[in-house]
C-alpha cells in the first residue's frame, strides 16, 4: 500500500496475544518474534497480499490497515480460519505459557496515515473490540481455544450476515461492547462452537451420545450433519449408527 493523503476506507484487523505480560523476558522476545511470521503465513496461505498493508506494531500484538479490494469475506474467513491453524500447528508441542492464544478484532471506516501511526474512528474502534471484556472471559472458559475473534455490528452484516462466507449466524454471539467512549454491538466467536457455552459443554461433541431417562438406558447414537455451504468448512458432523 502506497502512502496517502488524507482518509481513505480500509479494513482494520487488530490482534493481540493472550497473557503476554506475564511472560519472561526471553519469552516475550520469542512471541515478537514468531507473531508476524505466524501472521504472514495465514496471509500467505489465504491468498491475501500482507506487503500491501499497513502494520503498526505494538510489541505483542499489531494493527493493520487492509485494502478493501482485498475482499472483506476473504479477510474475515479465510485468513482467520488459516490463522487458527497456524496457531494450532504452533501450540501442538506447547503447553502452558509456551502455547500462543490470540485476540483478533475486525471493522472497517475511513483512515488516514498520521505522523504518528493512524488516524480515524474506525481504528479506534477497532482497538475497543480487541480490549472487550468479552475476549478475556472467553479464553479464560475455554482453555483449548487458541483464537477468539470479534467482529463489528458494521462488518459482520456484510460478510457473514449476507452470506459471504462459509460462517454461519448462529456460530457467533451477539454481544455489546462497552470500552472506554465505545460502546456497540459486536459478535463473538471462537473456534469450536460459540463463546456463549457453558465450559461442562466445551467438551461435547456435535453428535451427542448419551442415556436417556425415558429409553430404559438405552444407549443411542446421533446422526447430525449439517452442509451450509458448497465448501464444508462451517460444517458439523456427527458420526454413528440410529441403531446403536
Known sequence: MTDWAGFRPCTC??????????N??????EIQHELPRLLSRAASAAGLD????????????????????????????????????????YNQQRTGAYRMRMRAALHHG?????????????????????????????????PDADLALMLSDDI??????????????????????????????AWLWVPGGAGRQRPDQEAAPAAQLGTSADNGGDLRQTVVTHLYQPDA???VFGFGSAHG
Not at 13 to 22: F, K, L, P, Q, S
Open 13 to 22: 484487523i487488530a490482534v493481540d496475544v493472550a497473557g503476554y505480560g506475564g
Open 24 to 29: 519472561n523476558d526471553r519469552r516475550q522476545s
Open 50 to 89: 500482507r506487503t500491501r498493508w499497513r502494520v503498526q506494531p505494538q510489541g505483542d500484538g499489531q494493527v493493520a490497515l487492509v485494502p478493501q479490494d482485498e475482499g472483506e469475506p476473504r479477510l474475515v474467513d479465510d485468513y482467520i480460519r488459516h490463522l487458527v491453524v497456524e496457531l494450532r500447528k
Open 110 to 142: 475511513p483512515v488516514e496515515l498520521a505522523d504518528h501511526g493512524f488516524a480515524g474512528r474506525a481504528v479506534v474502534a477497532t482497538c475497543r473490540l480487541l480490549e472487550a471484556d468479552q475476549l478475556y472471559q472467553v479464553l479464560a472458559r475455554r
Open 156 to 185: 459482520f452484516g456484510t460478510t457473514v450476515g449476507a452470506g459471504h462466507t462459509t460462517f454461519v449466524q448462529e456460530e457467533f454471539d451477539s454481544v455489546l461492547v462497552r470500552k472506554k467512549e465505545y460502546e456497540h454491538p
Open 233 to 235: 468448512r462451517g460444517s
